[in-house]
């Protein structure tokens, strides 16, 4: 979608579309906001409405540029990803292939690059990719997606525009509204197709997707504090095993599985 359809921070995408449309184009950027928020989506459509010829500053999702930024063509466009099998991190060799691709010629105007879990990346990787933002090649538009941006150096930064999303203030109340739905047809033993309903009518998309999981996570745990009268009906132990499940079922989403796939799974194994 368009940049202006990120209704949830209306406020920032209005600065970001009037900043770009008037030519400024930074060559870092720190884009930051909870799990719940599709950072990577807003990346893409922020990286659309930086390549867009027909809507610049917003994106048509028409266009070659944005259709190809939309289904993962574009030849200009470089991912990174946090590795590992327990603790994932970015490291050094997935910045060191970057640089080696930011060096290629680009097909259109510039070369862009997403660096997800940004703030996971390790010293090393970080002070390598200080050079790059040092003395960019021109054009080139490097995003670092975040969580906190605390873990990252000071020197990285002070590099780079930040932009928060906030996701909106009001989803939280909405997601709690959903999730303890959910909750109440656990605890109640609810049948696997009524517990597939309630989620197919909350769950549109990845990032409803994450919002669940953050409200299921919060009455979990609020239930094992016992501010939560249904606490009472479950064990402790039952409980622990959801919230584990639920922790579970975020890294499957951060790894790209299928999120109808990963919160079916998830409540059959709190369900059974
Ligand atoms: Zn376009």
């Given at each position: 979608m368009s940049l202006s359809n990120w209704k949830s921070d209306e406020k920032l995408v209005g600065r970001i579309s009037a900043s770009l449309r008037g030519g400024n184009v930074?060559?870092?950027?720190?884009?930051?906001?909870?799990?719940?928020?599709?950072?990577?989506?807003?990346?893409?459509?922020?990286?659309?409405?930086?390549?867009?010829?027909?809507?610049?500053g917003d994106g048509c999702d028409r266009c070659v540029s944005c259709r190809k930024i939309d289904h993962d063509n574009c030849e200009d466009l470089y991912y990174v990803r946090a590795e590992?099998?327990?603790?994932?991190?970015?490291?050094?060799?997935?910045?060191?292939?970057?640089?080696?691709?930011?060096?290629?010629?680009?097909?259109?105007?510039?070369?862009?690059?997403?660096?997800?879990?940004?703030?996971t990346m390790t010293k090393r990787?970080?002070?390598r990719l200080l050079k790059t933002l040092e003395e960019p090649y021109p054009g080139t538009v490097i995003i670092l997606l975040s969580e906190n941006r605390e873990n990252l150096l000071d020197t990285i930064k002070s590099r780079c525009i930040f932009y928060r999303l906030s996701g909106g203030e009001d989803t939280g109340a909405e997601s709690l509204k959903d999730a303890s739905k959910l909750v109440d047809a656990l605890i109640e033993g609810e049948k696997f197709f009524t517990?597939?309903?309630?989620?197919?009518?909350?769950?549109?998309?990845?990032?409803?997707a994450f919002r669940m999981l953050d409200g299921l996570e919060r009455i979990y745990r609020s239930l094992l504090l016992e501010k939560d009268p249904r606490g009472r009906l479950l064990k402790k132990e039952e409980i622990f095993m959801a919230v584990s499940l639920i922790e579970e079922a975020r890294r499957d989403l951060i790894m790209n599985v299928n999120y109808n796939y990963a919160l079916k799974n998830l409540v059959l194994k709190i369900g059974g």
């Open positions: 930074s060559h870092a950027y720190i884009i930051e906001g909870d799990n719940c928020v599709d950072k990577e989506a807003f990346a893409r459509d922020f990286l659309k409405a930086v390549c867009c010829m027909e809507s610049p590992g099998t327990t603790t994932k991190s970015v490291k050094d060799d997935a910045i060191t292939e970057l640089q080696e691709n930011l060096k290629k010629k680009p097909n259109g105007s510039r070369n862009m690059a997403i660096i997800c879990n940004a703030d990787a970080q002070n517990l597939k309903q309630i989620l197919s009518k909350s769950v549109k998309n990845r990032e409803d």
